[in-house]
């Protein structure tokens, strides 16, 4: 029997390093895992000692479980690293158990409504149409920075009302507030915490005018109005912003940059893609929010002894559920490591989570990713990778720093 020095002993059972997610080694690692020991326990890190779930079926399991697996901020959270000892307290509802999560995620729900994002699609498809359309041909450029990020901001933008000409704060916001991997560091959770006070100062003053005006379709008036946000606590404003400004950049940002990552990786695919766009465009943005796993995980916490797959987790122990992992689960993603635009059961993935939690914008994340797609294939756009891609050092938020591209196109 594996003793704790021996465990400790094991760099592959930490699969949360920094240095895996950067340099974009972290797959053999899960697949010895799903292999050989699916509920592995890491008793080091630089989080602590946290318990790794990697097959499919097992991170649904836990999922499907919230009274024995918390989310609640109360018991640390829903990121690897305890939220209790971050310099700014995010209590957002996400990581609330029931009743209160549910009924804040009610209040917002109407804003990201099928019927609302149809309204959306129009202004959508045009600026996505106008981003393309002012990129250089034949000539260097970060696909993140002109591409990804402009287009994130705007919908986000959008969604909250947000003063167009101050948009550009909201991706520096939600980076500062997305990061949890700094660790107990002062200097850059002092940094943190001036973004994330920046933020809600802003966003507050903007919520309080809305709640003195009549109410409108975007989310910080409903919430304005809403019985279940209108007189929340500090914190409880300050996360349910943060979640809200990270759910609608990283997931959308990081699967549109990963897309390019992926049509360099399978030309054959993307060349169907472009050939058949109506009929293969929603399944290729399904397939990149799959393989990108934009958020590579979320945290439980159990709130009892339990025996779970024959290991022995304990109260208090966290337990990190890696979506990222479960969406190359081979015993339900055949050949998981390819993009596939035509696989069957390709929105089966977990990249927006699961059950209570599931992501509330995952329609419009797809929608954007689908988008864009449909317009680079429109004008017959090839984009070939420049360089080394410089990834995130964040075991959390899966993505791309830089992407150095080079574009043709025919239509022109």
């Given amino acids: 029997m594996a003793t704790m020095a021996t465990l400790a002993a094991k760099p592959e059972l930490d699969v949360s390093r ?4 950067k340099a974009n080694s972290w797959r053999p ?4 895992l799903r292999s050989d020991d699916p509920v592995s326990y890491c008793p080091d890190s630089f989080f602590g000692p946290y318990w790794s779930i990697t097959r499919y079926d097992d991170v649904i ?17 829903i990121v690897i690293f305890d939220m209790q000892d971050t310099g700014v307290q995010l209590r957002m509802f996400i990581a609330m158990d029931e009743p209160e999560h549910t009924e804040k995620r009610k209040a917002i729900a109407p804003a990201v409504a099928p019927t609302q994002i149809q309204k959306l699609a129009g202004a959508l ?7 393309l359309d002012s990129l250089p041909v034949g000539k260097e450029f970060d696909w993140v920075h002109s591409v990804s990020i402009p287009l994130t901001t705007a919908m986000i933008a959008t969604l909250f009302d947000f003063p167009w000409e101050e948009r550009h704060k909201l991706p520096v916001w939600s980076d500062w507030a997305a990061k949890i991997d700094i660790g107990p560091d002062p200097q850059l959770n002092a940094e943190r915490e001036r973004h994330v006070f920046e933020m809600a100062s802003r966003f507050k003053e903007i919520y309080d005018e809305r709640r003195a005006a009549p109410p409108k379709g975007d989310l910080l008036s409903m919430m304005a109005h809403s019985e279940y946000y209108g007189d929340m606590d500090e914190q409880r404003f300050i996360g349910a912003i943060a979640l809200l400004l990270v759910g609608g950049n990283d997931t959308t940002r990081n699967s549109m940059s990963g897309l ?6 399978f030309p054959d695919a993307w060349a169907k893609v472009k050939a058949d766009p109506e009929k293969l465009a929603s399944g290729a943005a399904t397939e990149t929010i799959r393989l990108q796993t934009p958020i590579a995980h979320m945290r439980r916490t159990a709130t009892r002894d339990v025996e779970f797959k024959g290991k022995q987790i304990r109260k208090g122990d966290k337990v990190v559920l890696w979506y990222n992992s479960a969406n190359r689960d081979e015993s339900v993603f ?10 069957e059961n390709a929105r089966r993935h977990l990249s927006f989570g699961y059950g209570i939690h599931r992501c509330l914008g995952a329609r419009l ?12 294939a429109k004008r017959d756009m090839e984009v070939k990778i420049a360089g080394e891609p410089e990834r995130l050092a964040s075991c959390f938020t ?4 830089h992407l150095n591209v080079i574009m043709s196109r025919t239509d022109v």
């Fill in 18 to 21: 920094a240095e895996l997610w």
């Fill in 365 to 376: 994340a797809e929608l954007q990713v689908a988008t864009l797609i449909e317009e680079m």
């Fill in 398 to 401: 899966n993505g791309f720093e």
């Fill in 334 to 343: 055949p050949d998981a490591d390819r993009w596939n635009p035509e696989r």
């Fill in 61 to 77: 399991a836990v999922e499907s479980d919230a009274e024995t697996f918390s989310s609640s901020w109360e018991h640390g959270g």
């Fill in 260 to 265: 390019i990552d992926q049509i360099n990786r």
């Fill in 125 to 131: 498809r045009q600026r996505t149409a106008e981003v």
């Fill in 29 to 32: 690692l899960f697949e010895k």
